[in-house]
């Protein structure tokens, strides 16, 4: 079984910059039976990115895919047999930097690319070695996520960066994790008709859309990234429409 993968349209964008993302993606929500994003809300369910591109091309009559088949018996894995998945996980990573080392670029990983897993809290063991999670495994590379969780203890992990993820009802979550120092990603209109606010909670708006390199972006920022796919129709408040708010206010 292959664990990561390359290729996302956004993650795309990276090449040009030097960077290849390879992602995990696992079966988000409790999908598989097993619950990954602790923190997830009504909106961010709906409006998954799980069932963006392929993941979300079903056959008439199908509603499951080999890709969504694949991202469960993946999660089963990690949570029935952790050893073998982070063993699995480490061989990728490896394989990983070997094929970027061959095309010229930077590999970087993203392991919750359609999860929320807190990967700082589980050992891994490379050539021989243990190590008390996968970033300290690979110090010669760089991670990053997405997260809704906040107080992950993640701040004496050089290689490993986090934006948090607003979502609806967790407004008092983003304050906090403002306060602590954290970029916030924030989900806006249509593109379209509904340009990003220039700022947002007080602070700078970065188009997030340019790329995925997350750990690239300028601190103190709202990161904001354009509804896709179900988040169009988002009517959770997962979506902000911060320029409609204020022409009613
Ligand atoms: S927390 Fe993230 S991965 Fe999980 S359901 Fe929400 S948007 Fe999807």
């Given at each position: 079984m292959k664990l990561l993968s390359t290729g996302n349209p956004k993650t795309l964008k990276g090449l040009a910059t030097g960077y290849n993302t390879y992602i995990l993606h696992l079966a988000p929500a409790n999908l598989s039976g097993f619950e990954t994003c602790p923190k997830r809300t009504e909106g961010c369910t709906a409006a998954c990115?799980?069932?963006?591109?392929?993941?979300g091309m079903f056959k008439?009559?199908?509603?499951?895919?080999t890709i969504q088949k694949a991202r469960i018996r993946k999660t089963r894995l990690f949570f029935e047999d952790r050893v073998s998945f982070m063993n699995l996980l480490v061989k990728d990573i490896e394989l990983a930097i070997k094929q970027s080392a061959k095309l010229n670029f930077i590999p970087v990983f993203r392991l919750n690319g359609t999860s929320d897993i807190a990967f700082e809290k589980y050992e891994v063991l490379r050539n021989g070695q243990t190590y008390s999670n996968i970033f300290f495994a690979f110090p010669e590379v760089i991670f990053y996520d997405y997260t809704k969780i906040l107080g992950r203890k993640i701040n004496f992990i050089p290689n490993y960066s986090l934006t948090f993820s607003a979502a609806d009802g967790n407004d008092a979550d983003v304050q906090k994790a403002i306060a602590q120092g954290y970029n916030v990603a924030t989900v806006f209109g249509i593109k379209k008709t509904l340009p990003m606010p220039e700022t947002y909670l007080g602070r700078p708006v970065f188009n997030?859309?340019?790329?995925?390199?997350?750990?690239?972006d300028p601190k103190g920022v709202v990161v904001g990234l354009y509804a896709k796919g179900r988040a169009k129709k988002d009517t959770t408040g997962f979506v902000k429409y911060p320029t409609l708010m204020l022409k009613a206010a």
């Amino acid at each position: 079984m292959k664990l990561l993968s390359t290729g996302n349209p956004k993650t795309l964008k990276g090449l040009a910059t030097g960077y290849n993302t390879y992602i995990l993606h696992l079966a988000p929500a409790n999908l598989s039976g097993f619950e990954t994003c602790p923190k997830r809300t009504e909106g961010c369910t709906a409006a998954c990115l799980n069932t963006a591109g392929r993941g979300g091309m079903f056959k008439k009559g199908e509603t499951t895919n080999t890709i969504q088949k694949a991202r469960i018996r993946k999660t089963r894995l990690f949570f029935e047999d952790r050893v073998s998945f982070m063993n699995l996980l480490v061989k990728d990573i490896e394989l990983a930097i070997k094929q970027s080392a061959k095309l010229n670029f930077i590999p970087v990983f993203r392991l919750n690319g359609t999860s929320d897993i807190a990967f700082e809290k589980y050992e891994v063991l490379r050539n021989g070695q243990t190590y008390s999670n996968i970033f300290f495994a690979f110090p010669e590379v760089i991670f990053y996520d997405y997260t809704k969780i906040l107080g992950r203890k993640i701040n004496f992990i050089p290689n490993y960066s986090l934006t948090f993820s607003a979502a609806d009802g967790n407004d008092a979550d983003v304050q906090k994790a403002i306060a602590q120092g954290y970029n916030v990603a924030t989900v806006f209109g249509i593109k379209k008709t509904l340009p990003m606010p220039e700022t947002y909670l007080g602070r700078p708006v970065f188009n997030g859309d340019e790329s995925d390199l997350r750990f690239l972006d300028p601190k103190g920022v709202v990161v904001g990234l354009y509804a896709k796919g179900r988040a169009k129709k988002d009517t959770t408040g997962f979506v902000k429409y911060p320029t409609l708010m204020l022409k009613a206010a």
